[in-house]
C-alpha cells in the first residue's frame, strides 16, 4: 500500500503545490507507526478542535492499527470528530481543502480522509444597515453559508424544511444552497432553480450574486423591473419559506435570494408583521403612495410649468415668479444626478464624517445653486422629498426601477406634454404586464390574473394566523 499513499498524497501536492504558497500547508506525521500528511489551509480550520484529534491520533499504537486498510474503518476507530468523510477523487479532495476541510492520508489506507472543521473569518451578526425594524430581531445574515443556514433553522424548526447543496463556478466554486419546504414550496420555482444552478458555466462568481442572478433569472437591458427580492433578514426571509418560496443562500453573500417574486413582493417588508393589523395596513399603504408620489411627482411638475393653463386656482402657488436661467427640465435631470452623486459620495465618506458631511454638503449645495440662479427653489424642494422619500422602499433594486420610470416620464413630459406622461404611465405598466416571474407567472399578480383575496392583501395586512 505504499505506492498508494505516494499516488495520494503526489496528487495532492502536483494541484495544491504547498511549497509555492505559505498558507497552504502539508504536515507530515507518524500515526501509530504509519507514515501519514495532513494538508489544510491556514486561517480556514478549528485550531482548538484539531489539537484535540490529533491527541487523540498521537495515542494509536501500531497493534491497533493492524488490518486496517480502508478511509472508513480508520475514521470510525481513531477519528473522534461528527464530520468526517472518505474520497478516492483528487480534484474534489483539493476542492474540499480549499474550502476550509483538512485531508489526512494515511499509508496503508486506500482513500482520503475528509475533516471538516472548518472556520472562516466573519464580522458579528448584527441589525443590517438597509433592513431596519423597530420591534423586530436585530440579527442579520453574514457571509458564512453555515451561519445564514443555521439563522433560517433557528427560525424554521420544521422537518420538512430542506438545505440542498451545491458548488457552482469553473474557478471560485462558490457554495450555494438552496432551501425550501418541502411539499408546501413552489415546485416549478424549485426544478427551475435546480436545473439553471447545475448548468451554470461561470469562471469565477466569488465578487457579486449579480452574476449568478444573470444566470438563474435573465432580463431584459431596457426593462428595470427585477425579478428577484433579496433580504439580509432571517425573520423575514424564513417567512417567505413558510408562504411556500424557495430561498437561494450564497456563499461569500449577506444577502438571500427569494423566488419566485413579483411587483407585490416589493410593496411588503418585515415591519408589517410587527405591528396590529391596522397599524401595518396603514404603513403598507403609505409606503405604495410614497412610492408612486415620488414616481410621478416631478413629472407631474414639470407638465403644469410646461402648461400653465392646465394650473387650477388652487394650486397657483407652484407657479414661477420669473423665467428659470436653466430649463426646468434640465433642471430636474441634472439634479436627478446630483442626487446619484451625493449618494455615492456618502457610501465614500469615512462613518464619523458622512453624517455631517451629507447634510453640510446637501445644504450649501442647494443654498448656493439657488441664490446663484442655477436652479429654482421649488426644483429643490421637490427632489428633495423624492430622495428622501425614495428611502421608504426597502429594495434597492426596485427603488432604482422608480428612479428609471421617473427619467423616462420625464423625457416623454417635456417632449410630447400631457399626451407623453399619459403615454408613459401606460407603456409603464404594459412593461410591468409583459414582464414574467421565474416561474412565468405575469409579474403584475394579482392584478393579473386578478385574484381578489391577494389583491386586497396588498394593500390589508391580515391577521398573522390566517
Known amino acids: 500500500m505504499q505506492n498508494r499513499y505516494d499516488e495520494l498524497t503526489s496528487a495532492l501536492d502536483l494541484r495544491l503545490n504547498p511549497n509555492a504558497s505559505f498558507d497552504i500547508v502539508k504536515r507530515e506525521l507518524i500515526l501509530g507507526g504509519r507514515k501519514s500528511a495532513l494538508y489544510f489551509v491556514d486561517g480556514f480550520i478549528k ?132 432551501c425550501f419546504l418541502d411539499g408546501k414550496c413552489d415546485k416549478k420555482a424549485l426544478e427551475i432553480l435546480r436545473k439553471r444552478l447545475k448548468s451554470v458555466n461561470l469562471k469565477g462568481i466569488s465578487m457579486t450574486q449579480q452574476a449568478l442572478a444573470e444566470v438563474i433569472c435573465p432580463t431584459f437591458f431596457l426593462n428595470p423591473f427585477p425579478k428577484i427580492k433579496y433580504t439580509e433578514r432571517p425573520d423575514y426571509a424564513s417567512a417567505c419559506l413558510l408562504e411556500g418560496r424557495v430561498l437561494l443562500i450564497m456563499d461569500n453573500a449577506p444577502t438571500v435570494m427569494i423566488f419566485p417574486t413579483s411587483f407585490a413582493d416589493f410593496t411588503k417588508e418585515a415591519n408589517d408583521y410587527y405591528f396590529p393589523p391596522l397599524t401595518a395596513s396603514y404603513i403598507r399603504i403609505t409606503r405604495q403612495l410614497i412610492s408612486v408620489i415620488t414616481v410621478i411627482l416631478t413629472p407631474l411638475f414639470l407638465l403644469l410649468i410646461n402648461n400653465p393653463g392646465y394650473i387650477p386656482d388652487w394650486l397657483s402657488f407652484i407657479k414661477l415668479d420669473q423665467t428659470p436661467v436653466i430649463p426646468i427640465f434640465i433642471q430636474l435631470l441634472i439634479l436627478e444626478f446630483v442626487i446619484d452623486g451625493l449618494r455615492i459620495a456618502s457610501l465614500n465618506t469615512p462613518d464619523n464624517l458622512s453624517s455631517s458631511m451629507s447634510i453640510i454638503g446637501g445644504l450649501l449645495l442647494s443654498e448656493f445653486a439657488i441664490n446663484a440662479g442655477w436652479f429654482e427653489a421649488e426644483c429643490i424642494l421637490y427632489m428633495a422629498f423624492v430622495a428622501i422619500a425614495g428611502f421608504s422602499q426597502p429594495s434597492f433594486e426596485m427603488g432604482y426601477a422608480q428612479k428609471f420610470i421617473r427619467i423616462f416620464l420625464l423625457l416623454v413630459t417635456e417632449f410630447f406634454g400631457i399626451f407623453g406622461l399619459i403615454g408613459g404611465l401606460v407603456l409603464t405598466v404594459l412593461t410591468m404586464a409583459l414582464t414574467k416571474t421565474l416561474t412565468g407567472r405575469n409579474y403584475f399578480y394579482p392584478v393579473i390574473p386578478f385574484n381578489l383575496k391577494d389583491f386586497i392583501r396588498l394593500f390589508i395586512r391580515p391577521d398573522i394566523k390566517e
Not at 486498510?69 to 476507530?77: G, I, N
Not at 443556514?149 to 420538512?160: G, I, Q
Request: charged share 30%.
Open 47 to 178: 485550531d482548538e478542535v484539531f489539537e484535540r484529534i490529533m491527541e487523540f491520533m498521537f495515542r494509536i499504537s501500531p497493534e491497533q492499527l493492524k488490518g486496517v486498510e480502508t478511509a472508513d474503518e480508520f475514521s470510525q476507530r481513531f477519528i473522534p470528530y461528527v464530520e468526517v468523510d472518505t474520497n478516492s477523487d483528487a480534484d474534489a479532495v483539493c476542492t474540499a481543502i480549499l474550502s476550509g476541510g483538512a485531508v489526512l492520508v494515511v499509508d496503508s489506507v486506500a482513500d482520503y480522509l475528509v475533516i471538516d472543521t472548518r472556520t472562516y473569518p466573519m464580522r458579528s451578526i448584527s441589525e443590517p444597515e438597509k433592513d431596519k425594524t423597530m420591534r423586530g430581531s436585530k440579527d442579520g445574515f453574514v457571509e458564512t453559508l453555515i451561519f445564514n443556514t443555521a439563522m433560517v433553522r433557528r427560525r424554521v424548526r420544521d422537518t420538512s424544511l430542506r438545505m440542498e447543496y451545491y458548488q457552482i463556478g469553473e474557478n471560485s466554486k462558490v457554495d450555494v444552497a438552496i
